[in-house]
């Protein structure tokens, strides 16, 4: 694993417990999208862990797309602006779609989404999400599944950067306040 230093506070998500619930995850999606065609959706670039290490235990055929869009650019708080840097190369009429998300903060990334492929004509757009943090949301999103539910604190690895770093942590962590005071 990455030598994190003394950047790390904690570990609040050892790998184990998030291999634990992604078998569990897997599982619901399985039987939930049986006989239909799945297209899993990861959102670049914090995604990229949970979305190969899900897809990866599922059974069933799938696809799988990449969007990438960013609302935090380097700082830990949420701008609200949403851009899209790189579309899906795929069209979704008439498509299962689920998205897969490492972490549901304010909810703005993810109801701007949503918003965006439902207009696609999808036959259906469900989320996935590892983290969500209740007490941050600003706007209520509907998540289908999602693995943990954590404290309103600053997380990172398993995907989640400060700053570009950290994402390749295979857990998560809450990070040292003074890696971001600096
Ligand atoms: C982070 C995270 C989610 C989003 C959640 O992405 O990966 O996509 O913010 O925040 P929200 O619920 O407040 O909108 P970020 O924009 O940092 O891009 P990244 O995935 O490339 O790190
Ligand atoms: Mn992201
Ligand atoms: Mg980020």
Sequence with gaps: AADMGDDLERILLPAERLGARLDEIAAQVDADYAGRDLLLVGVLKGAVMVMADLARRLSLPIEMDWMAVSSYGAGTTSSGVVRILKDLDTDLSGRHVLIVEDIVDSG???????????????????????LRKPEAAKVEVDVRYVGFEIPTEF?????LDYAEKYRNLPFVGTLASHVYAE
């Design 155 to 159: 997380v990172v690895g398993y995907g």
């Design 108 to 130: 703005l990334t993810l109801s701007w989404l949503l918003a965006n492929l439902r207009s696609r004509g999808p036959a259906s757009v469900e989320i996935m999400t590892m």
